[in-house]
């Protein structure tokens, strides 16, 4: 594995897509409709396929956007939160 994909893995794990669908109650389809890729390219990608790094980055934006936060794998598996709201 080429460090390029290793970095793209690493921004994107195909489990954290899952996990943030979940959490955030979204079909696959529901999914693609808030990130603005196809149904098809969100199973391609929690099944671990290679996908552009432009892609990649649009489906995390998104998910970021809807109040996740992604924790890299650092020893611990990587994972997703919700980010912390602040008081007002």
């Known amino acids: 594995m080429t460090y390029a994909v290793q970095q793209l893995a690493s921004a994107l794990h195909p489990v954290q897509l899952r996990m943030a669908r979940v959490a955030l109650g979204l079909t696959a389809r529901q999914a693609a409709d ?6 098809n390219t969100i199973s391609r990608i ?5 996908l552009k790094p432009s892609t990649i980055q649009k489906v995390r934006a998104a998910l970021e ?3 996740l936060e992604f924790i890299p794998e ?4 990587a ?3 919700f980010r912390e709201r602040k008081s007002p």
Do not use: L
């Not at 929690?46 to 290679?50: L, N, Q, T």
């Open 79 to 81: 994972g997703i939160r």
């Open 34 to 39: 808030v990130t603005g890729v196809s149904r």
């Open 46 to 50: 929690e099944a671990g396929e290679v």
């Open 74 to 77: 650092n020893g611990g598996g």
């Open 65 to 67: 956007a809807a109040g």
